[in-house]
């Protein structure tokens, strides 16, 4: 196995019914939303583990507070460590967390949306190896939302996670901006989605039946975890 040099960490929600994917609950109902993001969580997480065996890299999960960790260590790879970062803001808990990843030795430090759970290997591969090439830049996973998937570092840049509109169309458009203002050369990957609502839960059923919403280039992970609640829920034929 390569040297873990990079870290993968996946921005972590620990699943509590009547907390979790609330805008899927109307749907599923608390419980089901609940089992929804937890496998969510496995299927990103085994494939955070596959991508880091091959090209070296150590899988993280990114949460709060101290005991979303207790909560979260049976649905992750034993492998995965934590970082537990605490604020209202998210952006001020992007860049805490890719400061803490990066102060722990690593070359680079990819943050990763815990809402995708097809999210290609391939992605991720390119853009570790895309932050391992010479020169400073910002990698980026476009959602078709306007937002990212992922993003990904070699330095801290508190700049590139300020004065975002999170949550909003506007955030990858917002976030190249504030690369380039920061001297960041950008790279994107290619895009994927996330599911956090009903519109993306029916492009989630649609790549499972074999009708992958338009802007894909890839083919999505297996996320056998996510495909077992859904046929639970009786929403995917079995």
Not at 85 to 95: K, N, S, Y
Not at 203 to 229: H, I, N, Q, S, Y
Request: charged share 20%; net charge neutral.
């Amino acid at each position: 196995m390569p040297e873990a040099t990079a870290a993968i960490a996946i921005i972590c929600k620990a699943p509590i019914p009547g907390r979790s994917k609330t805008r899927l609950i109307p749907r599923l109902g608390a419980e089901r939303a609940a089992d929804l993001s937890r496998a969510f969580l496995a299927d990103l997480a085994a494939t955070v583990e596959r991508v880091g065996a091959r090209v070296g890299a150590r899988g993280y999960a990114v949460c709060s507070p101290a005991e979303a960790a207790e909560a979260l260590a049976p649905i992750l790879p034993a492998s995965f460590g934590f970082a537990i970062h605490t604020d209202p803001v998210l952006g001020r808990v992007l860049d805490a967390a890719a400061a803490d990843l990066l102060g722990r030795g690593h070359e680079s430090a990819i943050l990763v949306n815990g809402d995708s759970p097809t999210l290609p290997e391939a992605t991720l591969e390119v853009a570790v190896e895309a932050l391992r090439r010479p020169g400073d830049r910002a990698v980026f996973g476009p959602a078709l939302d306007g937002g990212y998937t992922l993003v990904g570092l070699k330095r801290r840049e508190p700049r590139l996670f300020a004065d975002i509109s999170w949550s909003t169309p506007a955030v990858m458009a917002q976030s190249r901006a504030a690369a380039a203002a920061a001297g960041l050369a950008v790279e994107e990957v290619a895009p994927w989605y996330d599911v956090d609502d009903a519109e993306s839960l029916g492009w989630l059923l649609g790549e499972f039946a074999g009708r992958p919403p338009a802007g894909l280039a890839a083919r999505g992970a297996p996320a056998p975890a996510t495909r077992a609640v859904l046929r639970a829920a009786g929403i995917l034929p079995a």
